[in-house]
């Protein structure tokens, strides 16, 4: 099966390293971060969500309006608007953008960045809101004669929608989660279950919990799997290691304005223990070592709180391909990556690195095509 690859656009030049100033939207910078991704050859980019940033799929619509094969995987939190009303606005864009869309749906890992648009329920009833909310969804988009839903979170009576997605049956959904409620319910929803860059045992332990909880919903084909990192890249081994540590400096001297800048942005990133289990999980890996199997690297991660996909893939293109196939030899379908100097590391990426993995996947797949030919 070919690997998908997935970036990162965001609607100002910054990371952890790069704080710079600027409006909230730079247009101009979109739409070269977008086509930067398009010419690397990625599938599609992540679009991210928070309580004060820019909608989703607004700037979806405009990098769509601007490239013509990249795909968007637009982050969504449930609760926010009727799920008839999410329906509707996927679909449509879809429409528009000629079956480019995708959601990546997050029930929401900060009691205090949910209260910031107004959302006061407890983590366990956010995911059972959201389980209710995706059932209506994935209806909304797929019924052929209008249907009623009534649940704890949401009474739809007589619904139907007539835009529906080009894609078939529907919109494919990610998820996102690292605890026993995410677990369940994107096993029963997910068509990609999206994970954090943790060493291979923890991420394959992650990968079992996903499918059983698949089965238990009863489903005879589990989710595929995504898992996330921020490559980090030399010619050689040295100078990988050496920008490496260049990016962690640089990030601990930021860290106190990354940390504001974040949580005023309403990431909800503040200098105490993270709520979400996906952070606690990779600053539990940074307790036990910097380094991990071939090339994963936790200093960042721990350095910046867990805020986000924060652990690195050091090395060579070489060394960190072979890294990410080591992730796909225990059932990874899907990579995102994204750099520490956003723009020029996705171009690097698509000179580099994903033409590396992708014919050595195509090897393997062409391979086995041919032992039980």
Not at 228 to 244: D, H, K, M, N, V
Not at 288 to 310: C, M, V
């Amino acid at each position: 099966m070919p690997v998908e690859f997935i970036g990162m656009i965001s609607t100002k030049d910054q990371s952890e390293t790069r704080l710079t100033a600027g409006p909230v939207i730079d247009t101009d910078y979109v739409r070269r971060f977008a086509r930067a991704h398009e010419d690397a050859g990625f599938d599609r980019v992540l679009i991210g969500y928070a309580s004060s940033q820019p909608d989703g799929a607004q700037v979806a619509a405009y990098a769509a309006a601007h490239t013509e094969r990249l795909s968007f995987l637009i982050a969504h939190r449930p609760g926010f608007v009727a799920p008839t009303l999410a329906a509707r606005t996927f679909a449509t864009l879809d429409q528009f953008t000629g079956g480019r869309i995708a959601v990546h749906i997050i029930a929401g890992g900060s009691d205090a960045e949910q209260r910031r648009d107004g959302d006061h329920l407890t983590k366990d009833e956010r995911y059972d809101r959201t389980d209710e909310y995706l059932d209506i969804v994935k209806q909304a988009w797929t019924a052929e004669e209008p249907f009623s839903y009534h649940g704890r979170h949401y009474q739809v009576e007589d619904f139907y929608s007539s835009v529906k997605s080009p894609q078939q049956p529907r919109i494919n959904l990610y998820f996102g989660g690292s605890s026993a409620a995410a677990y369940r319910v994107g096993g029963k929803h997910a068509d990609v279950y999206a994970l954090w860059g943790e060493p291979l045992a923890e991420t394959k332990e992650q990968i079992d919990s996903v499918n059983e909880a698949a089965k238990k919903a009863g489903r005879e084909t589990p989710p595929r799997i995504s898992v996330s990192f921020r490559p980090i890249l030399g010619p050689t081994e040295e100078l990988a290691w050496e920008r490496a540590h260049r990016i962690l400096e640089a990030t601990r001297e930021n860290i106190d304005e990354f940390r504001n800048r974040r949580r005023r942005g309403g990431w909800g990133i503040g200098g105490t223990e993270p709520e979400n289990r996906g952070s606690q999980r990779l600053l539990a890996a940074a307790a036990k070592g910097e380094l991990h199997d071939r090339a994963l690297w936790t200093p960042l991660a721990q350095a910046t709180g867990a805020a986000g996909n924060s652990t690195a893939l050091v090395g060579t293109p070489e060394t960190v391909a072979q890294a990410l196939l080591d992730y796909i030899d225990i059932g990874v379908t899907t990579i995102l990556i994204r750099g520490y100097d956003p723009y020029d590391d996705a171009i690097d990426y698509g000179r580099f690195l994903l033409p590396l993995v992708r014919e050595e996947v195509a090897r393997r797949d062409a391979e086995k095509q041919a032992v039980s030919a």
